[in-house]
Antibody, heavy 119, light 110 residues
Framework: EVQLVESGGGLVQPGRSLRLSCAAS????????MHWVRQAPGKGLEWVSG????????GYADSVKGRFTISRDNAKSSLYLQMNSLRAEDTALYYC????????????WGRGTLVTVSS | QSALTQPASVSGSPGQSITISCTGT?????????VSWYQQHPGKAPKLMIY???NRPSGLSNRFSGSKSGNTASLTISGLQAEDEADYYC??????????FGTGTKVTVL
């Protein structure tokens, strides 16, 4: 079964760090660009970051640039998001999603991991 | 990057057709044929419905169709069914090599 499973979410104080992981299975991970998309409670979707299959191309939303770092380990079929200097407005359900080669759409999403930033 | 503009809600009776608009700029929707649409039921992950403006993933009902004119893309659902009731989001690739989503539209089946 093709699936993406996120983990690492939780309650964290403002200014602290958190690292999210996404475990992929059922497909050739190396053939896919990977992305993080978040959804604040009761709000819409927001693209956060993406990384190409060979890690040469990485992008970030302006709202997280300089604070978040995306990475991937193709040997472990895993995607990561290091989140530093967290703010209350980063509170959201974080989804990982895959995109085949250089396509510009997200063909499968995980179920998400919830990050709550609060003191 | 500002979110693409979608109507907050659209409704229709079973069997009817509805259209959801998605308005951006020449730097996103108007500049690329990389508009996609996602359906999200409450508490569930988004699901790809349309990609590259008008293409349907394999196995998806042909009741869903997409189009684009200028800076506005559209998703049409024909033969509306109860299970179509959900939130719908458009997305576009941008000139900054990033992605932007729409504000989201709640579809209600009357």
């Amino acid at each position: 079964e093709v699936q993406l499973v996120e983990s690492g979410g939780g309650l964290v104080q403002p200014g602290r760090s958190l690292r999210l992981s996404c475990a992929a299975s059922g497909f050739t991970f190396d053939d896919y660009a990977m992305h993080w998309v978040r959804q604040a409670p009761g709000k819409g979707l927001e693209w956060v970051s993406g990384i190409s299959l060979n890690r040469r191309s990485i992008g970030y939303a302006d709202s997280v640039k300089g604070r978040f770092t995306i990475s991937r380990d193709n040997a472990k079929s895993s995607l990561y998001l290091q989140m530093n200097s967290l703010r209350a407005e980063d509170t959201a359900l974080y989804y990982c999603a895959k995109a085949f080669l250089t396509t510009a759409y997200f063909d499968l999403w995980g179920r998400g991991t919830l990050v709550t930033v609060s003191s | 990057q500002s979110a693409l503009t979608q109507p907050a809600s659209v409704s229709g009776s079973p069997g009817q057709s509805i259209t959801i608009s998605c308005t951006g700029t020449s730097s996103d929707v108007g500049g690329y044929n990389y508009v996609s649409w996602y359906q999200q039921h409450p508490g569930k992950a988004p699901k790809l419905m349309i990609y590259d403006v008008s293409n349907r993933p394999s196995g998806l009902s042909n009741r869903f169709s997409g189009s684009k004119s200028g800076n506005t893309a559209s998703l049409t659902i024909s033969g509306l069914q109860a299970e179509d009731e959900a939130d719908y989001y458009c997305s576009s690739y941008t000139s900054s090599s990033t992605y932007v989503f729409g504000t989201g539209t709640k579809v209600t089946v009357l």
